[in-house]
């Protein structure tokens, strides 16, 4: 489902829009070759052989074909904590027809949260700019729920979406590492911008802190394909601005384009290299493609973590 600031306004709410987001995304798995991921997995495990046939679902079994023995809610423990950049480069782009990198960030978060309620998992959400804005434990309880949907709903506030909020990714995922001490799954929506990431070796010790804590990490790394690493604008002077400094800068793309790109590439490549080497999921998101690609790596990580 391509999402667009119409379904936003058409639902006025984030958790129903959220919700039907993953009922489209359950319904298309039954048809993908991912059909093993279906809605089952909320409700139910695979049968184990050897094990009690006493609470196989023979209603399941006529329709799959498989053994699935019904879970119940002492069964699933998996913790999930999501951490939000909300630093003003996320704001991009600014065009009021489309999604920015904030709010996609912020509808996928929203519909991981409605598949982590139907998993009856518990999950957290911290924001960060250049440090920690706001944290919560991992919980399953109602209240917890709206209290983060509420707090996502603000986000969504274009009167709460202020430029000027610099990123400092390195410190606010170390501070994170430090506050969350049991075993977690750690989501990151990021756009990854930070000077300091490209600087020297030692700025991705934040993402290594985090392995070394023994959390699972997917790093969902947001971008706007088209505009920000094509560069893909009219050849035409365009005066760009740096939505967290301010800074404005007078040129023509096309006569820069091709280095961009080549730098861009490169720095992307360095981030994918060290996510590899900590043994962290690395998913690259295009935020015009939709949520269904977050989803999709989120129970592709999940079910290798709970077999």
Known sequence: MKLSKEHI???????????????GFITGLHKSPFHGFSVEFAEHRLYNKGESTRHIDWKLY????????????????????????????MLFPLDEGRLNKLEFSILAAASLIELLK?????????????????????????????????????????SNQEQGKETNVIESIHHFAE?????????????????????????FSALQHLRHKKHDVILFHVSDKKKEI????????????????GE????????????????????????KLKCGQFAIDYVDVDIQDGVHKVLQQYLIKRNKLVK
Do not use: W
């Open 179 to 203: 506050k969350i001490h049991k075993r977690s799954m750690v989501i990151i929506f990021t756009d990854m911008f930070d000077n300091n990431l490209h600087e020297n070796e030692e700025a």
């Open 9 to 23: 306004a058409q639902f006025g709410n984030l958790e129903l829009l959220a919700k039907q987001v993953v009922e």
């Open 62 to 89: 006529a329709r799959t074909e498989k053994l699935f023995v019904k879970r119940y809610e002492e069964e699933t423990n998996l913790r999930c904590q999501i951490l939000l950049d909300t630093s003003s480069s």
């Open 248 to 271: 404005e800068l007078k040129l023509n793309p096309s006569q820069v384009k091709e280095k961009y790109k080549e730098i861009t590439k490169s720095q992307r490549e360095m981030v």
């Open 230 to 245: 094509e560069l893909t604008f009219d050849n035409k002077p365009y005066v760009f601005v740096d939505l967290e400094t």
């Open 118 to 158: 139907k998993q009856r998992d518990a999950f957290g959400l911290s924001l960060f700019t250049d440090k920690l804005q706001m944290e919560t434990p991992a919980k399953t309880s109602v209240s917890h729920q709206r209290f983060i949907y509420h707090e996502l709903d603000k986000l969504l506030d274009k």
